[in-house]
């Protein structure tokens, strides 16, 4: 499967480091995971306000502003259970200051993802941050407001934020004045902020929300409008849609699968029109050994049918990635990935069993369009995918791979 994918030259570079010399399509997977850093609980530095504005310059005397980041008004929750699982997804939205935004949020059976970008025109098009969040959510009793309307509240434990600013001017401000008590702020990579004192942020507000879904819409609470009790008052005006399941639906496991010396463990998780992909990388063929794991986000489309050279009928799918982060494992292993800097990513060096943002790393190729062409073939609870090595004309793969996966 193929999602995302790393240069030939770092894939080599990992083939040396795993043991693995063979070209399979296990190196054709994506490189990814929601980082799990530890939270820096210092504190110090200058205090970030959050005005909405971004530095024009990188004058020393001046003072440091962080372009706002205000997730509250597209982080809802839901109704019943059984409505609130899947994948919600904000259009690009124009903001009264010209600037805009998108979004989604994928929640599972008790835990919640949520991924936006903030950009500076009113189209979605010069990214300024993006932001992930991930959690734990709770459902409690329902309401009505005075408005009438019916809703659920909701509450959200936040155990990770993390943030990454693409302006030049806003890196330098960051760094200078060593913001979260660190000075390797990298345009584009995601920084772990949970717990930073810099940043003006209400982590206890997630927990008193409110939300009302109708219609496969969500709604949110309006954080300008809190009442006594911490809940908002009102809803706001912003609307998440739920996206429709498909039959893909659910988790699949690609068990231990042995490659020369090496083996791997892959499992996807599909809700809504999303796709979580977790990947192990053992040194030994019993999948026991780690040495790396890659965790990506997507989305995904379905497209057209059609009929193999074979005779097998598949579905046409694009998937884009809109998150990726890895990690290796063992100190023999570090010390070759930090020494070579063809695998660099950011400024920081890999530290052991610790996520790091690879989504703009140099060696995580990506076309420009960030999508990727797939077929798949559901046969029962099978789930099989094209084969990288052949490509059509279209861009779609010919044949299909020897592995499937198997629904759980």
């Known amino acids: 499967m193929k999602i995302t994918e790393l240069s030939l030259l770092g ?18 997977d994506p490189v990814v995971i929601p980082v799990d850093v530890p939270e820096d609980s210092s504190s110090g530095g200058a205090v970030v306000s959050a005005t909405g504005d971004t ?31 899947g994948s919600w997804q904000l259009a690009c939205t124009e903001d009264e200051d010209g600037s805009s935004q998108n979004g989604n949020i994928v929640y599972s059976q008790d835990s919640l993802h949520f991924f936006a970008s903030y950009y500076s025109d009113s189209t979605c098009q010069n990214l300024k941050f993006r932001i992930e969040m991930s959690g734990q959510y709770a459902l409690g009793d329902t309401t009505v407001l005075d408005s009438g309307a019916v809703v659920t509240y909701l509450s959200q434990d936040i155990t990770s934020f ?23 702020w990298s345009a584009g990579e995601l920084k ?87 990947l192990g990388g053992y040194n030994d063929s019993s999948c ?29 799918m694009v998937n884009s990635m809109f998150s990726a982060h890895m990690a290796f494992y ?20 890999w530290k052991d069993a610790v996520y790091k943002d690879v989504f703009e790393c140099d060696w995580t190729l990506k076309p420009a369009s960030n999508d990727f062409k797939e077929v798949v073939r559901i046969t029962d609870n099978e789930l099989t995918f094209g084969d990288d090595e052949y490509i059509g004309g279209d861009g779609f793969a010919t044949q299909l791979q020897a592995e499937s996966y198997i629904r759980q």
């Open 192 to 278: 772990e902020i949970r717990g930073c004192s810099n940043f003006d942020l209400d982590y206890e507000s997630f927990k008193k929300d409110i939300v009302s879904v109708e219609n496969n819409r969500m709604v949110s609470g309006d954080f300008d409008f809190i009442g006594e009790d911490g809940y908002p008052t009102q809803l706001d005006d912003e609307i998440l849609i739920k996206q429709s399941s498909t039959e893909l639906e659910g988790e699949w496991l690609q068990d231990c699968r042995i490659e020369d010396q090496s083996s791997y463990r892959r499992k996807l998780e599909f809700i809504g029109n999303s796709i979580s992909l977790e």
């Open 162 to 184: 993390q943030v990454a600013y693409y302006d030049s001017d806003v890196i330098f401000s960051l760094n200078r004045e060593a913001i979260c008590d660190s000075s390797t």
């Open 55 to 85: 530095p024009t310059s990188a004058n020393p005397d001046e003072d440091l502003v962080i372009p706002d980041i205000d997730p509250g008004s597209i982080l809802p929750g839901p109704e019943p259970l059984s409505i609130l699982k």
């Open 288 to 316: 026991e050994n780690v040495i790396y794991n890659q965790r990506a986000t997507y989305s995904f489309i379905l497209g057209d049918d059609q009929i193999l050279a074979s005779g097998e009928s598949v579905t046409e």
């Open 11 to 28: 894939l080599f570079m990992i083939s040396l480091l795993t043991g693995c010399g063979s070209e399979s399509d296990s190196d054709n």
């Open 330 to 349: 063992g100190e023999d292993i570090i010390s070759e990935v930090n020494s070579n800097s063809l695998l660099a990513c950011g400024v920081t060096s």
